[in-house]
């Protein structure tokens, strides 16, 4: 379809279309605009070395002594 067949045909719709489309078209600019930025693939182990884990992690905790 060509831009001038495309034109026509939003000319003759009636004005509380064309504001619909309008309000479609900037929703698919959007969509489209975001899904061309180049994403870093996932990949097993991305995260190593984000989250910092205390020495201490696996020991009993102060506030259960009474229970142990």
């Known amino acids: 379809m060509s831009d001038t067949e ?3 045909k ?3 719709l009636p ?3 064309k504001e619909e489309l ?3 078209i900037d929703f698919l600019l959007q969509k489209y ?3 061309d930025s180049p994403k870093k693939p ?7 070395g984000t989250f910092i884990i205390s020495d201490d992690f ?3 905790l102060e506030d259960f002594k009474e229970y142990m």
């Open 6 to 8: 495309l034109l026509k």
């Open 10 to 12: 939003v000319s003759e």
């Open 15 to 17: 004005e509380n279309l």
């Open 22 to 24: 309008d309000s479609y």
């Open 33 to 35: 605009a975001e899904n």
């Open 42 to 48: 996932l990949r097993f182990g991305m995260m190593k």
């Open 58 to 60: 696996d020991e009993p």
